[in-house]
């Protein structure tokens, strides 16, 4: 493990496309770029969570307050899908399949600004940019990842400390709800799933207060690799094995504390392949 990058408040949605990682800091306010050695921050007045890159190319980004996917342009996100008529709660994680396909966490309320828990729900936007419902009733819905050469989607549900798993259809419609793992068990009683991605043998998750990156799979397999003090917030892989994850500095506190207190810190850790097989 070695410390990649600096300087984040709050490291959401990190993708690795092209040689470069992105990073969304809503609680910063923008967004971070790391290509050809330059970590450069751009500033957003629509705050970015979840970060997907299309076929083609395009970054997309769930734009936390407005409802709505963006396409980058550079400077910002311009219009994509409008999500008011479906979206109850802020924009949370996002993830797409190989024919554009989005899926996006509706997390239902905004927790660190103490508004009262109600369930939140999974939304498809489809690649013409259509909008539904996916499936309803999930907790808090966190980190999103497609496995299982697509026929699987994973869906972290945070305050239920459980990853919950969906059969994909070839019409992109989510269906055979059932239980992935069971972190509490699995990894450790106070295990809360945040940021997911997908490996060759099931999902990394970051696992908050248990402080570790833990490789899961529907059989109960796991590795974890251990955060020290910070609480693992977000990851992703690079075409190489790597394993970035965004790591929270608290103060030993929870993050959403931190958050609420202004006193949060983060930084992107790097773990080399051989520390992720």
Same mark, same amino acid.
């Given at each position: 493990m070695s410390r990649y990058r600096d300087g984040l408040t709050l490291g959401e949605g990190?993708?690795?496309?092209?040689?470069?990682?992105?990073?969304?800091?809503?609680?910063?306010?923008?967004?971070? /770029?790391?290509?050809?050695?330059?970590?450069?921050? /751009?500033p957003l007045t629509a705050q970015s969570n979840g970060l997907w890159f299309l076929p083609g190319?395009?970054?997309?980004? &769930?734009?936390?307050? @407005?409802?709505?996917?963006?396409?980058?342009?550079?400077a910002g996100f311009g219009a994509y899908a409008d999500l008011s008529d479906v979206a109850a709660g802020p924009l949370g994680d996002m993830v797409g399949d190989r024919h554009g396909g989005l899926y996006v966490g509706d997390v239902g309320y905004a927790a660190h600004l103490g =508004?009262?828990?109600?369930?939140?729900?999974?939304?498809?936007? &489809?690649?013409?940019?259509? $909008? /539904?419902?996916?499936?309803?009733?999930v907790e808090f819905p966190n980190g999103l990842a497609i496995i299982d050469d697509g026929r699987t989607l994973v869906v972290a549900e945070t305050w239920a400390q459980r990853l919950t798993a969906f059969t994909v259809g070839v019409d992109g419609q989510l269906t055979d709800r059932r239980l992935f793992a069971d972190l509490a068990a699995l990894v450790h009683p106070e295990a809360?799933?945040?940021?997911?991605?997908?490996?060759?043998?099931?999902?990394?998750?970051? /696992?908050?207060? $248990?402080? $570790?990156?833990a490789l899961v799979d529907e059989s109960g397999r796991l590795d974890r690799i251990g955060t020290g003090e910070g609480q693992p917030v977000a990851c992703c892989l690079d075409p @190489?094995?790597?394993l970035f994850v965004t790591?929270?500095?608290?103060?030993?506190?929870?993050?959403? =504390? &931190?958050? &609420?207190a202004k006193t949060l810190k983060t930084h992107v850790e790097v773990y080399e392949p051989d520390a992720v097989r």
């Open positions: 990190p993708r690795w496309n092209d040689g470069a990682l992105w990073v969304s800091d809503p609680q910063k306010g923008g967004i971070w /770029t790391d290509s050809g050695g330059t970590w450069a921050f /751009t190319g395009r970054l997309a980004g &769930a734009i936390m307050r @407005e409802k709505r996917v963006g396409l980058w342009d550079g =508004e009262q828990p109600r369930p939140g729900r999974l939304i498809r936007v &489809a690649p013409d940019g259509r $909008a /539904t419902v996916a499936a309803e009733d809360r799933p945040d940021g997911i991605c997908a490996a060759a043998q099931g999902v990394w998750v970051c /696992t908050l207060s $248990a402080h $570790a990156v @190489e094995g790597r790591v929270a500095e608290t103060g030993g506190g929870s993050v959403l =504390e &931190a958050v &609420a």
